[in-house]
């Protein structure tokens, strides 16, 4: 790919598509993560004398229409304060922009605009057509064939990846396409079907899979434990099967829990049970792995080179389960390894356990993380390899 570094910047109108789909309570911005990891690239382009345009979406609204709740109006304050310098919310930007070299505005919500999920090509020739140089910078959203994301690379000028994208695919491609071994996962979540390919690729790739939540709870059905209450797939119990015999074929460690964690009830307030895992009553329902799986899986994490993580190992939103992935997460933060980790929920456990600052890379991708660890091609990453060719020779 041809990156945003290797282009002449100067004068030009610079659009670059990140990803501030932040969290938001009553209009109030919850975690500013996403803002603050663009800020370098931003800070690149107007440091090279670019006129700096910022691209994104922000939640779910009905397309073609604007909604105050969808509105990029707080990201824009944020940014401001920030950067230390004004950032414009431009409403109408696609009927022009008129901005200066060395200033930066951000434009209202790609949604808002009607074809951009369906990557409407009137749509994106239009926003193409406004700058000289798109870039490409945010790989949360690398993984979606819109106008905004593919549409852009595909008609612009000149289109390119920013330095947030190429960390990313470099974080992630020394994690699975040349790491150290022993190379540990870990994998959790609510469902085995929505990681199911997942899975099965790093079974073929990793030397110990370590599984949390919902997903643990099917295999642990799968291997005959009553699992009561719990969440988990009756239906994906063949497919839990297969992957491990699959694991087994491979010589990949894929360790049940030891004992775990339950309760009858998911609150605040409820009182928390620790059970081997032969004993988990009809009423209760697995929240978390208990200490000696944890002391086990923390073993393990402690013989990694490479880690890669995604997903809780409980319900670590709560008090009374949050310890398996507390403990999990400093585990990983202590550990030697080259660690990658992201995913919404993973983030967020990163954050409340204090651990940021001791994790080699975290992935601003959900996504988009999943789908490259699924060794599956991004389209946005696609489009830009295919344009630089086409391009190298106008920088």
Request: with cysteine.
């Amino acid at each position: 790919m041809l990156t945003m570094s290797e282009v002449n910047l100067k004068d030009k109108l610079v659009m670059i598509r990140e990803d501030f789909n932040v969290p938001m309570v009553s209009g109030q911005i919850t975690s500013d993560a996403r803002i603050e990891a663009a800020l370098p690239t931003i800070m690149q382009a107007l440091s090279a004398g670019a006129k700096v345009v910022l691209l994104s979406h922000l939640g779910r609204p009905e397309e073609g229409r604007f909604s105050s709740e969808n509105s990029l109006a707080p990201v824009a304050r944020r940014l401001a304060q920030l950067l230390g310098r004004p950032v414009p919310l431009l409403s109408n930007w696609l009927n022009g922009i008129d901005i200066r070299s060395g200033e930066v505005a951000l434009c209202e919500n790609v949604r808002f605009n009607k074809g951009e999920k369906t990557n409407s090509i009137e749509l994106s020739k239009k926003m193409a057509a406004l700058c000289d140089v798109f870039v490409m910078d945010a790989f949360a959203t690398a993984h979606r064939t819109e106008a905004s994301t593919y549409g852009m690379a595909q008609f612009a000028p000149v289109a390119c990846a920013g330095p947030l994208l190429v960390s990313e695919l470099e974080a992630l491609g020394r994690a699975l396409q040349n790491p150290n071994h022993p190379l540990l996962a870990i994998v959790g979540g609510a469902k085995v079907s929505s990681k199911l390919h997942v899975l099965e690729f790093l079974i073929k790739h990793v030397n110990v899979l370590l599984l949390g939540g919902g997903i643990a709870n099917t295999f642990i059905a799968e291997a005959g434990y009553a699992v009561g209450r719990s969440l988990y797939e009756v239906d994906l119990l063949p497919e839990a099967k297969r992957l491990m015999a699959l694991a087994k074929q491979k010589g990949v460690i894929v360790p049940l829990p030891l004992d775990v964690v339950v309760s009858e009830n998911i609150s605040e307030a409820a009182e928390a049970t620790i059970k081997s895992i032969e004993q988990v009553g009809p009423a209760e329902k697995i929240v978390d792995i208990g200490p000696k799986t944890i002391a086990y899986y923390c073993e393990l994490i402690s013989q990694a080179k490479t880690i890669l993580w995604n997903g809780p190992v409980g319900v670590f939103e709560m008090t009374p389960f949050s310890k398996g992935t507390a403990d999990i997460a400093q585990a990983i933060a202590n550990s030697q390894a080259f660690s990658v980790a992201g995913g919404g929920d993973t983030i967020a456990a990163i954050d409340k356990f204090q651990v940021a600052d001791r994790i080699s890379y975290i992935s601003t991708g959900g996504g988009a993380f999943l789908e490259y660890v699924e060794g599956k091609t991004l389209p946005a990453v696609s489009m830009l390899e295919q344009r630089a060719g086409e391009t190298s020779h106008l920088v």
